[in-house]
């Protein structure tokens, strides 16, 4: 009897001391879980524009002008050089002279230049229409065909040229020398003889208009001279 008595007692005290044990640890769990409050300090005032904000200021828009004046500026084109560069005339071959051509079996039609008659081109004395060829719009003639416009006559001065079939501004078949004309260091051509002739039977003054177009029937070179409405 006594024996079973003690050993409840033993058993008694050892659940006892576990649930205290068990007790005090849960305790112990429950401090260690405080909740942490994070203090987040007040913003500082923002600080006030320094005194010499307004001289910053206006050092940038300084800089900004210096920077804008280095730039190159767009030059405007000038409206009157431009209207000097568009000829009056459309640049169209007439449709007599297309009718005319095509009659021919004539091919390669090109534009040469567009001028106005000067006085020296109406020299009777002069007998020739120069055609400056930085006036050119197009250089119809081949390289074996410049190369023949350098022969030159028997006084060694003066080139000889080629003859070329001519259609003139009333539509007549004729033909004329077209050469070579060097003047200082720089060379042109001219239509020579017969100019004057043709120049005084097609009505051409100083100040007319006129357009030197070129064809080529069976490879040869041809021209046609069209006076323009002024």
Same mark, same amino acid.
């Given at each position: &009897?006594?024996?079973?008595? +003690?050993?409840?007692?033993?058993?008694?005290?050892?659940? &006892?001391?576990?649930? %205290?044990?068990?007790? !005090?640890?849960?305790?112990?769990?429950?401090? %260690?879980?405080?909740?942490?409050?994070?203090?987040?300090?007040?913003?500082?005032?923002? @600080?006030?524009?320094?005194?010499?904000?307004?001289?910053?200021?206006? #050092?940038?828009?300084?800089?900004?002008? !210096?920077? =804008?004046? +280095?730039?190159? $500026?767009?030059?405007?084109?000038?409206?009157? !050089?431009?209207? *000097?560069?568009?000829?009056?005339?459309?640049?169209?071959?007439?449709?007599?002279?297309?009718? $005319?051509? &095509?009659?021919?079996?004539?091919?390669?039609? #090109?534009?040469?230049?567009?001028?106005?008659?000067?006085?020296?081109? =109406?020299?009777? /004395?002069?007998?020739?229409?120069?055609?400056?060829?930085?006036?050119?719009?197009?250089?119809?003639?081949?390289?074996?065909? *410049?190369?023949?416009? !350098?022969?030159?006559?028997?006084?060694?001065?003066?080139? %000889?040229? &080629?003859?070329?079939?001519?259609?003139?501004?009333?539509?007549? @078949?004729?033909?004329?020398?077209?050469? $070579?004309?060097?003047?200082? /260091?720089?060379?042109?051509?001219?239509?020579?003889?017969?100019?004057? #002739?043709?120049?005084?039977?097609?009505?051409?003054?100083?100040?007319?208009?006129?357009?030197?177009?070129?064809?080529?029937?069976?490879? +040869?070179?041809?021209?046609?001279?069209? %006076?323009?409405?002024?």
């Amino acid at each position: &009897m006594l024996l079973t008595e +003690r050993i409840l007692m033993e058993f008694v005290q050892f659940h &006892m001391k576990k649930r %205290k044990q068990y007790l !005090e640890k849960h305790v112990e769990k429950k401090k %260690k879980k405080r909740v942490v409050l994070k203090i987040i300090p007040p913003k500082k005032p923002l @600080e006030s524009a320094p005194k010499n904000s307004e001289n910053i200021i206006q #050092n940038l828009e300084k800089g900004e002008e !210096e920077e =804008m004046s +280095r730039k190159p $500026k767009r030059q405007r084109k000038n409206p009157t !050089e431009i209207n *000097q560069a568009v000829p009056d005339q459309q640049l169209c071959l007439p449709t007599f002279f297309k009718h $005319k051509i &095509m009659g021919l079996q004539g091919s390669d039609i #090109n534009l040469v230049i567009q001028k106005v008659l000067t006085d020296t081109d =109406m020299k009777g /004395s002069q007998d020739r229409l120069s055609i400056p060829r930085g006036q050119m719009r197009y250089d119809f003639l081949s390289r074996e065909e *410049q190369v023949s416009l !350098e022969k030159k006559e028997a006084d060694g001065k003066h080139f %000889k040229g &080629m003859e070329v079939p001519l259609i003139e501004p009333g539509l007549k @078949e004729s033909s004329i020398f077209l050469k $070579k004309w060097k003047l200082g /260091s720089s060379c042109s051509y001219m239509l020579s003889n017969p100019w004057i #002739n043709i120049a005084g039977r097609n009505g051409l003054k100083s100040g007319n208009s006129v357009q030197l177009w070129s064809f080529r029937v069976n490879q +040869r070179p041809h021209l046609a001279l069209i %006076k323009l409405q002024n």
